[in-house]
């Protein structure tokens, strides 16, 4: 097993039209406006940008993001990181129940130093970690779509 090797999936149900999520999602430099764990989104270009991301642990994950696919009729926006995170995170939305199904998959090896030496023992705390960011991005998204 390679300890610094990670897939995640999390299920967002939305209160919210498809076209609504995904015209938030795609603004990457607002998520910091919903989502409390990212901290700063600075764009490089149009396609690219750089994003500091700290949850409950003492340490900042700096990645630069590339966008790899934006396709809003199939409801997907996918990008390409390089950084203390090397690999691929992707939204896909679906309509359901009124409002939209977003499904958020994530695969990435971990470069930052510090968490390789911890890769055994640390391993339960970035799961952790990673599940609360996620469950307080979701509550950051609802009450944003809430409000607009």
Known sequence: M???????????NLPAAPETVYAVLERAQDYPRW???????????DRTGTARLRSLLPYD???????????????????AMTGDLDGWARWTLAAADGGTRARYDQEVDVRKALMRR????GRPLFLANHALMMRSGRRGLVAYLEAV
């Open 2 to 12: 390679d300890w610094c090797h990670y897939r995640f999936r999390s299920v967002w």
């Open 35 to 45: 989502w409390p764990q990212v901290r700063a989104v600075t764009p490089i270009d």
């Open 61 to 79: 994950i700096v990645v630069t993001a590339e966008e790899s696919r934006r396709d809003p009729g199939r409801g997907v926006l996918e990008i």
């Open 118 to 121: 911890l890769a055994v023992p």
